[in-house]
């Protein structure tokens, strides 16, 4: 299954910015690719900014409509006008729009260029990459990637789970599984590897779930990796419906990497004062980067009533809500992750009908699915709600 990418043509970097979040807020959501890293990925979609030079812009679309006769090209410039529309159709676009766009007008661009996808016969259905980033170490990130991708693959999607973690990635652990090869395998021969030889580089797993092992090397991968990582990333795109990235706890480029690319970045946090003050840190530093709206979920692992901090002021200090709630148990965790058998396989009802539910969001992501409210208060924090 395909996944469409789009190319920006622009010098100016908070268009980018900004373009590259109207597109991974669409439906279809739409990758952005960089084609200086990844100059074999023919985009489905160019974004050509002629704000500050419109002869250019409209040669360069000449030039790319004659090599390209199948891509789909949205010229953005300061003031429209039906003589420029005109103009620009015979230079070869396919929408003309004025910036900043609203988000609603760029959205029923990206609408009209689905339909004459699927019209054409082209790939409107896109394979998803789920990431999930915890707040600090120990909240759960793998526990919840890893049966999050069981899940999927339970209900016969191809799924893959890529353990970015360096050094102590553990998903292989989770899942009882052995392989010679990890994430480094992969990011070392990203300039030449194929579907072939990045199947033989994933482990399976019973269920059908698919991995890519975390290095075992403490200092990879590193930022230096993250342009291997998103070709990677590409790649597996190409071949499952959903890649679930445990990216750990750090931002750095190889975690870019799975954000730029992601559908879905999942935000998980634990009931306690660090994990939520790190947990909107997070999130304020993800939303300058451009990821923003639906697209961030906050999961809240470990919740256990009474919660030590009422749920009312852990949404209050995040400035988010959240958007599902795990429940804390620590002895079907520990027996799962010993006996390396997921925790969808085991007993626990409450675990698994959380899972499920975050599952069910995932298939059909225009579902609001809200978190369980509490139904007792714990000690309180008045001055906690502002703490940075």
Known sequence: MASLVASLQSHDDTFKRQVARLLREGRPPINVVDERSQPD?????????????????????????????????????????????????????????????????????????????????????????????????????TTLAVNCGVELAGKKKRTVVVDLKPGLGDAALFLGVHSRYTVLDAIENSHRIDA?????????????????????????????????????????????EYTVVDAGCQIN???????????????????????????????????EMGFTGERVRVLLNRACEPYPIPFNEIEDALGSKVFLTVPSD?????????????????????????????????????????????RKTGFRFPRFASAR
Request: aromatic fraction near 4%; charge should be neutral; include cysteine.
């Open 41 to 141: 990925v023919t985009p489905d979609l160019v974004i050509m900014d002629g704000r500050s030079g419109l002869s250019a812009a409209m040669s360069a679309m000449e030039r790319l409509r004659a090599s390209t006769p199948t891509v789909s090209i949205f010229l953005v410039v300061s003031t429209v006008s039906s003589e420029l529309i005109l103009q620009s159709m015979h230079s070869g676009a396919n929408e003309v729009m004025a910036w900043p766009p609203s988000d609603g007008a760029f959205q029923d661009g990206i609408r009209r260029f689905s339909e004459r996808r699927r019209a054409s016969g082209g790939p409107v259905r896109t394979s998803s990459v789920l990431t999930f980033i915890g707040a600090k170490g120990g909240v759960g990130t």
């Open 196 to 240: 072939s030889l990045l199947d033989g580089l994933l482990a399976k797993h019973l269920s059908g779930l698919e991995l890519l092992p975390g290095s075992d090397q403490f200092h990879r991968p590193t930022g230096a990796d993250g342009e291997a990582i998103a070709s990677v990333l590409n790649l597996l795109m190409d071949r499952c």
């Open 253 to 287: 480029a190889s975690a870019l990497a799975a954000l730029n690319a992601s559908a879905i970045i999942h935000v998980v946090m634990n009931p306690d004062v660090p994990s939520i003050r790190n947990a909107r840190r997070l999130i304020e530093c993800i939303a």
């Open 330 to 374: 620590y002895k079907s965790v520990a027996t799962a992750l010993n006996a390396g058998v997921p925790l969808t396989f085991g007993n626990n009802a409450d675990i698994a009908k959380q899972f499920g539910r975050l599952v069910r969001s995932i298939l059909n992501p225009t579902a609001a699915v809200e978190p369980e409210p509490p």
